[in-house]
């Protein structure tokens, strides 16, 4: 199975341990892991700081990576964490909003062909950015509305879903980006719901 894994920091592996923004070796990262678990050929298309695409620029850098990956079975999408935090006053509608957009503009991909059955939509575990005062508390509980928001997208459009705001996945010491641990979880948990699925 070929598998398409479109994200931002925590699906590129960004180790928030590291000074110099580096990535976590191939084996704590999740696609690789399920890549090495399950045998799939897995694209890891994260990258650090991405928002849900929205301006003509992104789309059509999504739709030249979608491209240039080749057929897929599987498109996974696990954005929107960078959107809720790149903005004075959280707003999970509004995040929702950019996704379902985003969403649209996927199934006109000929990689998809309007089939929402190849596309798995993740909603992003909760940040934990309250930790560092009363201000980030507001960005946690907005993060909180990721399971039920993308939730509704993926009922509308006929997408795969899972919320990994409910699988316990362990975050660093900034409260947003997965430790080694976290990934590792990540990738078991998914790795059941892919298998469930299919």
């Known amino acids: 199975m070929r598998i398409f ?3 931002d920091s925590n699906t590129y592996g960004y180790d928030a341990r590291s000074r110099l923004g580096e990535r976590l070796p191939a084996g ?4 690789e892991i399920l890549a090495e678990q399950y045998g799939w ?13 929205g301006e003509a620029w992104s789309l059509a850098g999504f739709d030249r990576a979608l491209f240039n990956w080749g057929e897929t079975d599987l498109l996974l999408i696990m954005l929107g964490t960078n959107d809720l935090l790149g903005v004075c006053f959280p707003d999970m509608e509004e ?7 985003f969403v649209r503009h996927v199934l006109k991909n000929p990689q998809i062909a309007g089939k929402g059955d190849r596309i798995l939509l993740i ?3 909760p940040t934990e950015i309250g930790r560092f005062g009363e201000y980030g508390l507001s960005f946690d ?4 509305k990721f399971g039920s928001c993308y939730e509704k997208i993926a009922e509308e459009y006929g997408l795969r879903f899972a919320d990994a705001g409910r699988w316990g996945i362990s975050l660093a010491h900034d409260g947003v980006h997965f430790t080694p641990e976290g990934h590792g979880i ?7 719901r892919i298998k469930q699925q299919l």
């Open 5 to 7: 894994c479109f994200g």
């Open 28 to 31: 704590e990262r999740w696609p």
């Open 41 to 53: 050929e897995i694209q890891n298309e994260g990258m650090n700081g991405r928002k849900i695409p």
């Open 95 to 101: 995040v929702g909003a950019s996704m379902e957009r």
């Open 123 to 125: 909603a992003p575990p």
């Open 141 to 144: 509980r907005e993060s909180m």
């Open 186 to 192: 990540f990738a078991k948990r998914l790795g059941e």
